[in-house]
């Protein structure tokens, strides 16, 4: 089975089963930060977090592999007159949708490809913000059903993103999961 299908599927059965999309807990903690503007959340699956920025005033663009959850998005827009722009994408093949445009905000949720954090990076605006939450490496966690290749190492978000200004972070071993928020600032050589 390729990601597409095991994705439909994943999604399908939750849909299925009725299980409301909720946005990230964390996502919550920061609203103070989030005045509207322009966003994209790049595997955005059933679009939790998109309907929630959307009705904070951002622009959407939710992009997904699978077009189960795509289509829902789309169609629970409509219904809530949200603007969200939901689009079937493969992030690790189609790269080149990530470049075209700049946003005020970034949200990647429980998806990790490394080859992405230039571009993540790049998407974002002067100012822009980048709230990034997936698992990472830790014993205790509970998280062991999860390929080692999508966890992340200790502390790994905070040297990635190390040169902006970190806002939040978190390496929640209970839940073992790293969360980063953090905001692009132009550095200033000027003393």
Request: charged fraction near 30%; charge should be neutral; proline fraction near 2%.
């Amino acid at each position: 089975m390729n990601a597409k299908e095991k994705w439909n599927r994943k999604y399908m059965d939750r849909l299925i089963d009725d299980k409301p999309t909720e946005p990230n807990r964390r996502l919550l903690k920061i609203a103070p930060y989030l005045k509207g503007g322009t966003a994209i959340d790049l595997a955005s699956g059933l679009g939790g977090n998109s309907f929630y920025l959307a009705d904070l005033g951002y622009e959407m663009t939710a992009l997904d592999i699978s077009d189960v959850a795509v289509n829902y998005v789309k169609e629970q827009a409509a219904k809530r007159g949200l603007n969200i722009t939901s689009k079937v994408a493969d992030l690790t093949k189609d790269k080149n949708k990530l470049t075209s445009r700049k946003y005020d905000l970034t949200v990647m949720t429980y998806y990790l490809d490394r080859s992405l954090f230039p571009l993540v990076k790049q998407m974002v605006n002067e100012d822009g913000y980048l709230f990034f939450e997936t698992f990472f490496k830790h014993k205790a966690a509970g998280n062991e059903h999860i390929s080692s290749q999508y966890k992340l190492e200790s502390n790994e978000l905070l040297r990635e993103f190390g040169d902006w200004k970190i806002l939040f972070y978190e390496e929640d071993e209970q839940e073992g999961r790293q969360t980063i928020f953090c905001q692009k600032k132009m550095i200033s050589n000027s003393i």
